[in-house]
């Protein structure tokens, strides 16, 4: 079993939806997650840093931790077309990047 | 603005072949990382280094060395090449250990 799992779609919504990205993780010892996007033929840029949990919020962007489940996402309101992207959830147990664990990804697709 | 420069987009090479991947960055950066993305399995560590001549194994060293002789270039090389290292290749760098990571735009390497 991965210790991070994330569906790797495609998720395909109209224009103006709100989106929800899940990733699943099965060590409790994670306390730092984050969501990377990474548009097509590009690196992948942080989007959001949240440490334990809680929300975090940023323009259209919410990140959501839920330790006791084990289960963080990524809300995006009013999507755009330009948020057509793949997105990578990355945590850790220690606030280091020698030691991140990555999900796989879900490519999701904004429809006008 | 920080810019992680990979020297090639494209690479096809041939089984057991030396395969050498540059990373340059312009940021001054204590820390750079090598990693391999593949549908699936998300981005596994390779190696990083956090200082000139210093280097650490990732999660996935096996087939891979690294050399770091200037401060700004990391280098992946990989002594003969095999199929199963046909891969998306990223190279990430960081001035602290929990700073984001900013990574280049990806080296696609096919070894036939």
């Known amino acids: 079993q991965k210790e991070v799992e994330q569906d790797p779609g495609p998720l395909s919504v109209p224009e103006g939806a709100i989106v929800s990205l899940n990733c699943t993780y099965s060590n409790s010892a994670f306390q730092y997650f984050m969501w990377y996007r990474q548009y097509s033929r590009k690196g992948p840029e942080l989007l959001m840093y949240t440490y334990s949990s809680g929300n975090k919020e940023d323009g259209r962007f919410t990140a959501q931790v839920d330790k006791s489940s084990k289960y963080i996402s990524l809300f995006i309101r009013d999507s755009q077309p330009s948020d057509s992207a793949t997105y990578l959830c990355?945590?850790?147990?220690?606030?280091?990047?020698?030691?991140?664990?990555w999900g796989a990804g879900t490519k999701l697709i904004i429809k006008p | 603005d920080v810019k992680v420069t990979q020297s090639s987009r494209y690479l096809v090479k041939r089984t057991g072949e030396k395969v050498f991947l540059e990373c340059v960055q312009d940021?001054?950066?204590?820390?750079m990382f090598w990693y391999r993305q593949d549908p699936g399995l998300g981005l596994r560590l390779i190696y990083f280094?956090?200082?000139?001549?210093?280097?650490e194994k990732g999660d996935i060293p096996e087939g891979y060395s690294v050399s770091r002789e200037k401060k700004e270039r990391f280098s992946l090389i990989l002594e003969s090449a095999s199929t199963n290292q046909t891969s998306m290749y990223l190279c990430?760098?960081?001035?602290?250990?929990?700073?984001?990571?900013?990574f280049g735009n990806g080296t696609r390497l096919t070894v036939t």
């Open positions: 940021m001054d950066h204590e820390n």
């Open positions: 990430a760098s960081t001035p602290r250990r929990d700073s984001p990571l900013h």
């Open positions: 990355a945590m850790s147990g220690r606030r280091s990047n020698y030691q991140l664990i």
């Open positions: 280094s956090y200082d000139v001549k210093m280097k």
